[in-house]
């Protein structure tokens, strides 16, 4: 049976969240939210997606609640934009008695998250919030950015940005829930591979090889990564030419 997420876009109508740097958090939250529907129906299968809100409404917090458990949803993800000081990316999950499952899911989307945004982890954590306490599902809240931060909101107005979030959402979710992925799976935003760059390519790092790669997404996540653990110089080389 198909696994149900319910998805909530925090905020919207007369509630606008956080706002500043000419944002508003529940722009954003609604936007992030349409993306991961959009990843988790394009890559992957056996998952069907509601959302808490589509446009700019307010369901109030127990009404998004109750939909999730009316629906019978198997996982609840509530989108967030932090305010009040700080920045990078945080999670939440309820403070009350909650499953072990709860605290999996949790360390799955965030991992995913954590990894791919590029921003400060700032730590899987727990809270009474409304939405967690009221779901009976296993829930999440994330936080991604802090609006009244310059670099976050820089980051944040970025539409590209948005959609990198939709999709770390996605793979997240499918991570926690083992959604399997389709054959097929064609991202459509992101740049097709360039043919040029089939065959197989040594990653240099810091003078070192990492590794051989013959799939260029293994080639880019290497690079990635290697950038991120603060290497000054990132060589690729060919290896072989098909
Ligand atoms: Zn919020």
Do not use: C
């Not at 740097?21 to 394009?42: F, M, Q, R, V």
Request: glycine share 10%; no cysteine; hydrophobic share 35%.
């Amino acid at each position: 049976m198909a696994k149900k997420v319910f998805l909530d876009p925090g905020h919207g109508g007369s509630d606008s969240g956080a706002v500043a740097n000419g944002l508003k958090e529940k722009d954003l939250t609604l936007k992030i939210a349409k993306a991961t529907e959009k990843y988790l129906k394009e890559k992957y299968e056996g998952v069907t997606v509601k959302m808490s809100r589509t446009g700019d409404s307010y369901p109030s917090l127990s009404a998004r609640a109750k939909a999730a458990n009316d629906w019978g949803a198997d996982y609840y993800v509530s989108i967030h934009i932090n305010a009040g000081g700080g920045t990078g990316f945080e999670s939440y999950i309820y403070n009350g008695s909650i499953s072990s499952k709860t605290k999996e899911y949790q360390k799955a989307v965030h991992s995913v998250i954590a990894a791919g945004d590029g921003w400060a982890d700032r730590g899987m954590k727990r809270a009474n919030f409304a939405v967690l306490r009221e779901t009976r599902m296993s829930a999440i809240l994330t936080e991604n950015g802090f609006i009244d931060r310059a670099e976050d909101a820089k980051k944040l107005k970025d539409s590209k940005f948005i959609d990198l979030l939709g999709e770390l959402h996605a793979d997240g979710i499918a991570k926690a829930l083992k959604l399997k992925k389709k054959s097929n799976s064609a991202p459509s935003s992101a740049p097709a591979p360039d043919p040029k760059l089939s065959g197989l390519h040594r990653v240099i790092v810091d003078g070192k090889q990492t590794g051989a790669f013959g799939v260029h997404e293994n080639l880019i996540n290497e690079v990635s990564r290697a950038i991120k653990s603060g290497a000054k110089k990132v060589v690729v080389e060919v290896v072989e030419k098909v």
